[in-house]
């Protein structure tokens, strides 16, 4: 091992005895070549390398045989696992190395190895939908609040400027989403799942509509029934804990932000008829913003099996095919916002560090790297273009009176 | 016949001796079930109703059975030509009747007759691309001149404030399509389709770009090659006289306005590999610009006989799947400005009554009557969202350069 791993924690003494032979460097060679022109420097356990490149950004520690065979085998599920575990070490910045990473895949190298499996994004009846969301909301509101902003929202920001904080982003997400719904006092407004409730909140708040948001994360929904009784809108703002498939009462605006990741594309339908049954004739209109591709590709089996399960990002094209089209939705505004979500993911990373030593106590090491990796790596998918942030507004097909031209968006805030 | 018919011109004194039977009269409630509930009054040669509406906002004449019997058997394509030739008339605002029956077909009547027949679009191979084009566009630069703006935009308008005039609508919509694309000074754009090449003589003129502009319309390239050379812009400004499908240079920027709607479906996918190997990598982008759907219908038969043959107007979805997924490109921004367009409508539709007489003196009657029947047409369409007009921006997966917000588009003009 070559000095340049000084800083590394040794996790076995003993491994560093058994040399790599020469079926160690033959698979070294087949992980240098699937990474292709990536910056990174692949070192072995006992220092082997295969070719270094000329100026590496990062160097990558493999500690063990096992972990290199899991790395080729089914690098998607098994190099998340082997960082988390700390397998797989990484000297250099971990958002760089994921950049690195992912525009050696978009050049095409993913073909060569099964990095990206195309399989089922798991089930997503009513009962694995609540199961999915467990595992992902409900880690605890105590975690959240440790590295989110102070309204506990956990979706891509939009930052009017590059310099504008997390909490005004977060706050100009939420205007922009009222704005884009062209929001009037008195409303009536659908959110399909709606975190800790700070956008339905807001539009009562701001935009003096009533809201109905639903939720199946029971930690969520208490915590925003909560907040509402504080700030007196309980009347104004019903959160209920239920699926968005039984979702079934009137409403001028539906809108849902961060949910359709977590629909899973054969529900899709089922969704656009639950807008259709909902939404008001001719001045109906609604929003949806959510994580999507440019092609179809599922998202990376280790953050569906760790971090996120059933998620899925889709294209355009499946949005339209399965939710918006088949009841003549008419699309009014798509708006890709990747590059505000890397910033976000960036703000949250470094929140997250600065509370490591607290996440650490409330859960262990491997879990702080576990999610390390997915703010780093979902940081350097949104800046690469691996992945998207769209927000798409559509209306029912006669409705026309849309404000006449998109400028009233830029037109400082209402209220 | 009724009184209020007393401004229509008879076709054939001799067809009143005939009065309506019992059989007309059975066809003419069919008419009257399709049309549902659009407040229209149908009236028979001889005067017969079978129901009127309680406040009808226009009478439709149908002259002679043959007239009635078409209009049942292929309403698509002979109700047109029935209006074209006097067969059948109109009392009444065109528009406000045509929005009538699109309503009507809207909720659902279309299902109880063949008005909207799937069937192909005709063909798309070079020849009948050619010979489709030189059918509309060549119909003679002198005849557009009466009723275009004075730069011969033959596209819809972006109107920034309701009461822009054409002019100044067309000029800001030239402007927002380079603002959309961020155009900088010294770039290549490759614009396929270019009319009498307006837009490529702004960019060139007002963004410093070079452009290489690709037409199949004799007519339209050489006017527009006069323009370029009264305007000294002959050597920024290329006009080719060749298909979009043998475009292939290098360009920093791919446009096309109005287009898209003579490709034919099954062309999209040769378009896409067309904009993939002419787009610079990294920073290149396009916008397409094109008259679409909600959902998926093929264009009214009639027009596309007698007005546009091959044009076909695809949903979202179909540009996404057919043209920007299989190259990965990423939208960036959606825009859906039918509203816009059913405003432009209205110009055009103004002026072409104004020059009503040198149109019927360049043509004839049955010509200026199916070129009104399909401005008002086209007008109703886009107002009541029976057509959709998008503009799509997109961009290499990874372009990270472009503007931070869509604020800078609001922000006056740059120039």
């Known amino acids: 091992m070559g000095e340049s791993f000084a800083g590394f924690k040794p996790l076995d003494e003993s491994l560093r005895a058994r040399p790599a032979g020469a079926f160690d460097r033959w698979l070294l060679s087949l992980l240098n070549t699937a990474l292709g022109d ?6 072995l356990w006992d220092g082997t390398e295969h070719r270094a490149p000329a100026r590496p950004i990062a160097t990558l520690l493999v500690r063990d045989r096992k972990t290199l065979i899991g790395m080729l085998l089914d690098p998607d599920l098994n190099v998340g696992d082997a960082y988390a575990s700390g397998r797989l070490e990484v000297e250099g910045d971990l958002v760089a190395v994921n950049e690195a990473v992912f525009r050696a895949l978009s050049h095409g190298g993913y073909a060569m190895l099964p990095w990206w499996r195309l399989s089922r994004a798991g089930g997503h009846g009513l009962r694995a939908s609540r199961h999915n969301i ?6 605890g509101n105590d975690f959240y609040r440790l590295w989110l902003d102070r309204r506990m929202v956990y979706t891509c920001a939009y930052f009017p400027t590059p310099t504008a904080t997390l909490e005004e982003a977060q706050a100009a997400k939420m205007d922009y989403v009222c704005r884009k719904l062209d929001l009037q006092p008195g409303e009536r407004v659908v959110e399909a799942g709606c975190g800790w409730g700070s956008l339905a909140l807001h539009m009562a708040r701001h935009f003096q509509v009533t809201v109905r948001a639903f939720n199946i994360s029971r930690e969520q929904v208490r915590y925003a029934r909560q907040r509402a009784e504080e700030k007196g809108l309980q009347d104004r703002v019903e959160f209920v804990e239920d699926d968005y498939r039984n979702i079934d009462e009137p409403c001028d605006a539906f809108v849902s932000v961060g949910m359709l990741e977590h629909v899973g594309l054969r529900n899709y339908a089922t969704l656009g008829a639950v807008i259709d049954r909902c939404l008001a004739p001719s001045r109906g209109r609604g929003l949806l913003h959510f994580i999507g591709r440019n092609r179809l590709r599922p998202l990376n089996a280790w953050t569906r099996k760790r971090i996120f399960p059933g998620a899925y990002p889709p294209t355009l094209r499946q949005v339209m095919e399965e939710i918006l089209e088949p009841w003549s939705f008419s699309v009014l505004d798509v708006e890709n916002l990747r590059l505000h979500y890397a910033r976000t993911l960036r703000h949250w990373l470094h929140r997250f560090e600065g509370a490591v030593e607290e996440v650490t106590r409330m859960f262990d090491e491997p879990f702080v790297r576990a999610w390390r990796l997915y703010l780093a790596g979902s940081e350097a998918a949104f800046a690469t273009g691996w992945l998207q942030l769209f927000q798409v507004t559509f209306a ?3 409705k026309d009176d849309h404000p006449w031209t998109r400028a ?7 209220r």
Chains 1, 2 share one sequence.
């Open 38 to 43: 990536a910056p990174l420097r692949l070192v």
């Open 134 to 139: 467990h595992h992902h909301y409900d880690i």
């Open 396 to 398: 029912r097909p006669d």
């Open 408 to 414: 009233d968006l830029y037109r400082g805030v209402r």
